[in-house]
């Protein structure tokens, strides 16, 4: 799989081609993406001879997305690039790694990206899909930066001094901010 970006925003488009070398014809309905997000978490409290070690991981996201279908269930030889694209949720958080070797601590969200073959076909003993050569790609996700739309404008008034005690007068300060003010 090629993806055209590595990392996106989330809500944002992401695009690529599936590379596919079928050397065998075989049962199959559609060629899929699927988008996965895990989180992991692991530390460790100690309580003087005390340590309680804890330990989570959690699927927070599995979505699949059709890209091109097979309507005689058919698959057959040959290489070929199936294009792609696919929005990323609105909601999805960011992707990040924090990890303290010295205090045995991880904290991450991470995305993965993968295409499968899917089938309903009786010839698939699995009963679901037939996998194929196509290692998942980890991908970055990022919230978009905080926008507002109204405009901003902001005043400041500092009295000036020298050496402390010595008026040296009033200073004004204005700032004015167009909308699409990022923060």
């Known amino acids: 799989m090629q993806m055209d970006q590595i990392s996106g925003v989330a809500g944002q488009w992401l695009s690529g081609t599936v590379q596919a070398n079928i050397r065998h014809a075989y049962k199959g309905q559609n060629l899929c993406i699927e988008l996965r997000g895990n989180e992991r978490t692991m530390w460790e409290e100690s309580n003087g001879d005390d340590t309680t070690y804890y330990r989570d991981k959690e699927k ?24 792609f694209k696919l929005q990323l949720p609105h909601w999805l958080p960011s992707s990040f790694v924090v990890c303290k070797s010295t205090s045995n601590q991880l904290y991450e969200i991470k995305y993965k990206i993968k295409a499968y073959f899917e089938t309903d076909h009786p010839i698939d003993k699995k009963g679901g899909e037939i996998k194929f050569r196509s290692p998942s790609r980890q991908i970055i996700v990022r919230q978009p930066a905080a926008m507002r739309d109204a405009q901003l404008t902001c ?4 009295g ?14 204005q700032g004015h901010f167009e909308k699409a003010l990022y923060f």
């Open 60 to 83: 927070f996201l599995k979505m699949s997305f059709p890209v091109w279908g097979f309507p005689d269930f058919s698959v057959p030889i040959g290489q070929f690039s199936f294009p």
């Open 160 to 173: 000036m001094t020298k050496c402390c005690c010595f008026n040296q007068g009033i200073t004004k300060m």
């Open 155 to 158: 005043e400041m008034t500092k």
